[in-house]
């Protein structure tokens, strides 16, 4: 019972983030395609909660849903000068095009050779603390660093952004 | 029964109780800013205008839903749902006593908030599918303020969390059980270290749920009526409900995190648990009667003074507060220690 609801539940949600993939890309609305981008955010964070990622799919969720789209979408808001710019013409150049088909062969003959490796689910569920434990302990370097790169991030982006004050 | 039907059966729970709670509150909103204002409020509708809101919902039912010629279609549709679905879904995790919730979740906190860090989401998406100027000032102005408010209203709710150790909202009301001193009870609110924090929650919990002097979206004075101008039927009743569902969802998480929950103080352990659910509703109605006391009395700020209060005051207190509740909880063992 429980693994058919998973098994619907994951054809549902893997087909809402490739189909909104897909409708993102090929939508010529900027606006459309920024909220096709929330959606498959939304639909990612349900396959972390189905895998019981419970803290990772919540962040997610907090963050690329609820707050890097609203960036997005406010950022193209506050550039398109007129509500008609929002809707592009189709521009395919051949180069792009040629990339595009580079990249994607390249992706598809690395994951057909890789040797995914089969994970058995844990017995039990680690909570929230166990999270915070290992991160802060096994991956406390890693953290840091990351930390560290989002702050020199921040940083360079207020000195980049002072204008003629600097 | 099965699993499946439960949770149905949940959900339609806290579907009856949002749409419960938005009759309630269109009500006790027009009583309590007419009493505020020193008028009546509505008095025809059976006593005391009690079946206003009643007559109000069939009126939002028959009315013409109209469809502006510059609208974007799809997502006029789709904003009021985008609006809606996760005001519902934020109660899935508010505890209404040690037993009675939707689901019992270890990150029920940031649940709650994920949920509702959506709402503005919707709000930007009615506003820009409106096609008229002033929703879509509404929208950019919910977007603005999200972003300027969601990280002081996660950063000042982090001390309670270092203290209880804990992102479960069942375990922080029960963290907060027991008396001080003999009769203070333990709540959170009387702790004088969290007062600045509560400060902070309280400023951006009214700003995240779009309470009147912060409600820069709607502002009717500037605005018409923000994002909801080209609303209405049912679609404006949607945008509506979720709106004072937000309220409550607010009020209950300030209940939950710094009124002790569903505890009842200075009674014997059982009746305060046979009245959990009851205790917990009515605390919950008293904050959202301050928050329309507060909506009564004071007047709308302006929107860039709200975006430097958010930016320049509220981040980095917060961020002061989360290190000074650091520091307190690293410090006092230590101390304790040494003295003994």
Redesign the interface.
Known sequence: ??ET?DGIAFFLLAFASIGGAVMMLSTRNV??AA?WL?EVMLATAGLYLLLDA??LA??Q??VY???V???V??TI??TLRR?EDAVRPFEPGWGALALAALFGGAMLLAISRAQLPIGAMPASVP???DFGRVLFTQWAVPFEIASLVLLVALVGAVWWSGGDRR | M???AVSVLKVLACLGLMLANGVVMIWMLRKVLGHLHLRYGPLEMGPSGILQTTMDVLKLLTKEDVMPG?A?K??FWLAPLAVFVPSLAAYAALPFSSTLRATS???GL??T??AL??V??GI??AG?AS?NKWS?LG??RA??Q??AY?VPLLLSVLPIVMLT???DLGRLVEAQSGVWAGFLPRWFIFDPLLWPTFLVFVVAALIESNQTPFDMSEAESELVAGFATEYSAMKFGLLFLSEFSNHFIISALAVTLFFGGWLLPWVPEGVSASLAPVTFILKTYVGIFVMMWIRGTFPRVRIDTLMELGWKRLIPISLALVVVMGIVIKAMPALARVVG
Do not use: C, K, N
């Open positions: 019972m429980a609801v606006v459309h909220f929330l419970e803290f919540l962040v969720a907090l849903a609820g707050a789209s609203v960036l979408l406010f808001m506050l509500r909570t929230t603390a | 099965s699993p499946l510059a974007d799809a997502l979740l270890d990150t940031l649940y908030f994920a860090s959506f503005p989401l930007l998406m820009w096609g879509l929208g950019m977007a603005g999200q972003i969601e150790g804990t992102t």
